[in-house]
């Protein structure tokens, strides 16, 4: 069994994401919502503890730009995508498989 063509593991992934949106769309924020928490809390408690001169703050605020968050997101929700990906393809075997008849 080789790979399909683009076009068509193209459409699964269309058909997988158009058959449940709830798991696309409504499951993915609560996470997220837990993540802006978290990192809101730790800006906070780093600009609580840091002094009030320009520089420092300047150089508080570059450095929480970029925290590694936004990255852990989409590498989670990256997996989140493969993990669907890989059970439509044991489902769909599966499915295959009830379907033909049996000997």
């Keep these: 069994m080789g790979l399909r063509p683009v076009p068509r593991r193209f459409a699964s992934v269309v058909r997988l994401h158009l058959a449940n949106p709830f798991t696309i769309v409504v499951t993915p ?3 997220l919502g ?3 928490v978290a990192n809101l809390v730790i800006w906070l408690l780093g600009r609580a503890d840091t002094p009030t001169d320009a520089e420092t703050v300047a150089n508080v605020s570059r450095s929480l ?3 590694g968050a936004s990255r ?3 590498g989670d929700l990256m997996v989140v995508a493969i993990q669907a ?3 439509l393809r ?3 075997h599966l499915i ?3 379907a033909t ?3």
């Design 29 to 31: 924020r609560p996470a």
């Design 34 to 36: 837990i993540i802006f």
């Design 65 to 67: 730009q970029d925290d």
């Design 72 to 74: 852990w997101t989409s």
């Design 85 to 87: 990906m890989r059970h």
């Design 90 to 92: 044991i489902a769909t």
């Design 96 to 98: 295959r498989r009830r």
């Design 101 to 103: 008849p049996r000997a």
